[in-house]
């Protein structure tokens, strides 16, 4: 299915059980790859982390994702590097090249990683995403 994504998006399945019963759901969480590494990054210093916990949501501890691509399965970002909303018709890989790059080198340059904002191309941009519940979206 030929689509206009994003690179760094993807879908993953949050399983949530619910207090008092014995149901649990599973609940489509989408993620930003890039936004995650950038939160990774700022959590390493303490000015840096104080911005990290304003742009993250709560992973669920007794959920389990279906793929954790960012290798951290403690980070899910509320907002994409350009600090606007995550979603499938939004992250188009001319967003992220427009807008999320230069905002994730930004940021990361106001917080001293010049070398890191600097690696940053906006390859990843590129359509290949790695679409993992597609059916339940």
Avoid: W
Avoid at 105 to 122: D, I, K, R, T
């Amino acid at each position: 299915m030929q689509t206009n994504r994003c690179g760094h998006f993807s879908t993953d399945v949050e399983l949530l059980s619910l207090q008092h019963s014995a149901v649990v759901l599973r609940v489509p969480v989408r993620r930003c790859a890039l936004a995650e590494r950038m939160i990774a990054l700022l959590s390493k210093t303490e000015d840096g982390r104080e911005v990290a916990t304003k742009i993250q949501i709560l992973v669920s501890t007794g959920g389990t994702s279906a793929k954790d691509q960012s290798g951290d399965s403690g980070i899910r970002a509320a907002f994409g590097p350009d600090l606007e909303a995550i979603t499938r018709a939004d992250c188009t890989p001319s967003r992220c090249r427009e807008s999320c790059t230069p905002g994730y080198q930004q940021v990361l340059v106001n917080f001293g990683y010049v070398a890191e904002a600097a690696e940053e191309s906006g390859s990843g941009c590129l359509e290949g995403s790695s679409e993992t519940v597609d059916a339940i979206i």
